[in-house]
């Protein structure tokens, strides 16, 4: 059975910092595409970062790029999001999801975890 497992989320002021970290557990890590996407009340899914089995990221440019580092360490099958800077605007519930290889569509979310920044 396939888990990820967010942690990390909390309110922070803003201008400070957050690691998010998501623990991966029943599939081969190192098989498997990374992201971290975010979601607010009312609106869609947002794409955040994403990072591929060799470590290469992508993030977004309007949200994520220049403030946030995604990173995956494939001995704790553990994905990571250092979020840096943080403003009120990202504020969200943040889902680690994994999808396998060259798959189209991610294949497993986890649960989110809240993150709140206050001005």
């Known amino acids: 059975q396939v888990q990820l497992v967010e942690s990390g989320g909390g309110l922070v002021q803003a201008g400070g910092s957050l690691r998010l970290s998501c623990a991966a557990s029943?599939?081969?890590?190192?098989?498997?595409?990374m992201a971290w996407f975010r979601q607010v009340p009312g609106k869609e899914r947002e794409f955040v970062a994403s990072?591929?089995?060799?470590?290469?990221?992508?993030y977004s440019p309007d949200s994520a790029k220049g403030r946030f580092t995604i990173s995956r360490d494939s001995a704790k099958n553990t994905l990571y999001l250092q979020m840096n800077s943080l403003k009120p605007e990202d504020t969200a519930v943040y889902y680690c999801?994994?999808?396998?290889?060259?798959?189209?569509?991610?294949?497993?979310w986890g649960q989110g975890t809240q993150v709140t920044v206050s001005s």
């Open positions: 999801a994994a999808r396998y290889r060259y798959n189209v569509r991610y294949d497993y």
């Open positions: 029943g599939l081969t890590f190192s098989d498997y595409y």
């Open positions: 990072i591929s089995w060799s470590g290469g990221p992508l």
